[in-house]
């Protein structure tokens, strides 16, 4: 969502905001029907275990990703390069 919202903020007219609206609203659409999980006691310890092993990465992506193990989720991301420093973590990229 920040990657569309900041799209948006650079349209330089009234076409390109028109579009970029229309981007943001199928993206919208798009994530709306996916199960949201909470980031729970279980992602809690997790996190916490993941900082103690000092992995520098980003505190949001921490967190994403301890969510993902305390649920045994697959993580989407084209973000291997930093997440991908986290043990145990399974991850896809449907953007290749």
């Not at 199928?26 to 997790?46: H, K, M, N, W, Y």
């Not at 900082?51 to 993580?75: E, P, V, W």
Request: with cysteine; glycine share 8%.
């Amino acid at each position: 969502m920040r990657g569309r919202l900041s799209y948006l903020a650079q349209a330089k007219d009234g076409p390109a905001r028109m579009q970029r609206y229309g981007f943001l609203l199928q993206t919208v659409g798009l994530l709306c029907p996916l199960p949201r999980i909470s980031f729970d006691q279980a992602s809690e310890t997790q996190f916490q275990h993941l900082l103690s092993l000092k992995l520098r990465i980003g505190t949001q992506d921490t967190k994403i990703a301890a969510i993902a193990l305390a649920n045994n989720l697959t993580l989407l991301t084209r973000n291997r390069r930093d997440i991908g420093r986290v043990p145990g973590l399974v991850l896809d990229d449907w953007s290749v």
